[in-house]
């Protein structure tokens, strides 16, 4: 069993950056392929990006260039450095763990999510 807590997320204008991060609990997080995605308003959840345990990323193109994933393995976190925000960047945003070597999952545990305003 995983456990994820998501934060950082706010309110920030186009153009500027955030940064989320993601606690999980357990001492085998170096085993699990870790992962963000995105729900916009009215539209289906979404991959974002993803870091598989075996040491490969992958990001949705929209978000390539402007979104970095990383995760600090001695703290059992995993952060999304999200840079330059467009409005269309507004989403709750979830993180995500799972036993799958693919980045854009599939996944078996979720973070409760965390709201990212980006206004115009």
């Known amino acids: 069993q995983v456990q994820l807590v998501e934060s950082g997320g706010g309110l920030v204008q186009a153009g500027g950056s955030l940064r989320l991060s993601c606690a999980a609990s357990?001492?085998?997080?170096?085993?699990?392929?870790m992962g963000w995605f995105r729900q916009p308003p009215g539209k289906e959840r979404e991959f974002v990006a993803g870091?598989?345990?075996?040491?490969?990323?992958d990001y949705v193109d929209s978000v390539k260039g402007r979104f970095t994933i990383s995760r600090d393995h001695a703290k059992n976190t995993m952060f999304l450095q999200m840079n330059s925000l467009k409005p269309e960047d507004t989403a709750v945003y979830f993180c995500?763990?799972?036993?799958?070597?693919?980045?854009?999952?599939?996944?078996?545990?979720w973070g409760q999510g965390t709201q990212v305003t980006v206004s115009s």
């Open positions: 995500a763990a799972g036993r799958t070597p693919i980045p854009s999952g599939p996944y078996d545990y």
């Open positions: 357990g001492r085998t997080f170096s085993s699990y392929t």
């Open positions: 870091f598989s345990w075996i040491g490969n990323t």
